[in-house]
């Protein structure tokens, strides 16, 4: 529980800024302060939930009694290492943060499915879903199988705490950031590692690249749309990259030094006998995201 001092202190910093007319001898305006400031610390329960469900297993701390975070083995000291979120502690975060553990690669269309009379106007709904057939679609029916126990999410399609917890870091700081070349490049490389990558077609796309196999975490990323992207851009996802792929540039892009680090094209005098093996993009390799 955060401490009473702690609670004051906060209380004290909001009426603090009211405006010099109210500050000086308006202690009624203070005192009105006080309690919309009061209510809103709800006693200190938010700090409560940061130190419970901590994200970050190699910067943990708490709140002290000046509000400042405390970090072992930082600048700040005093801090406890034991509240790193698990379990359900993370099911919980995951809702704050606005993505479950849960994952499937079963694409919901048109399963046959009980509707009410209310409902039957409407169909199909979402996940489209029809019923028995009617006058009116007789000849036009639409399905593509029913749905089974194996198709629905369980237990057995989630996440565990420790690629959860990795996927809510990344949605925290997807959450926050700017969007920028560079900042998408830091969550990548600092989340995910050196096997992810993303570079711009210069036509308001990302193609993400994705070396080597896929992990159940970024399969999970993949299938959630989560990739980051600024607005309105689109994404390619392009996996299963295990060498170097043949491509073409322009004259154009040669000259403003764009190239790709999995590209390579036709070979030189200085190269030809030294080219690297080499793979072909194919659409099997390419996944549109939006």
Partial sequence: MASAALIEQLIEYYVNLLIIQYSGNQPKAQATVALLASEAMASGIFFDVMNAYNLIPSVTGTWDSGGSWDVPGSAWDGASSENIAVGTQLDVLGKYVGVDRFYTGIDLVNYFGLVT?????????????????????????????????????????????TDYLTLLRFMIICNNMNYSAEAIDNVLYDILGPNVRAESGYNMTLTYFFVGAISTLLSTIIFKGLLPAPEAVGINVVQGIGELLFAFTTYNMIARGISSPYAYGFSTYADYDTLPIQQTLTYSNITPQA
């Fill in 117 to 161: 009379y209310s409902e039957a106007g409407l169909l199909p709904s979402s996940p489209p879903v029809f019923g028995c057939l009617t006058y009116a679609n007789f000849n036009s029916f639409s399905y593509n199988g029913t749905l089974i126990y194996p198709d629905v999410i369980t237990e057995n399609n989630a996440l565990t705490d």
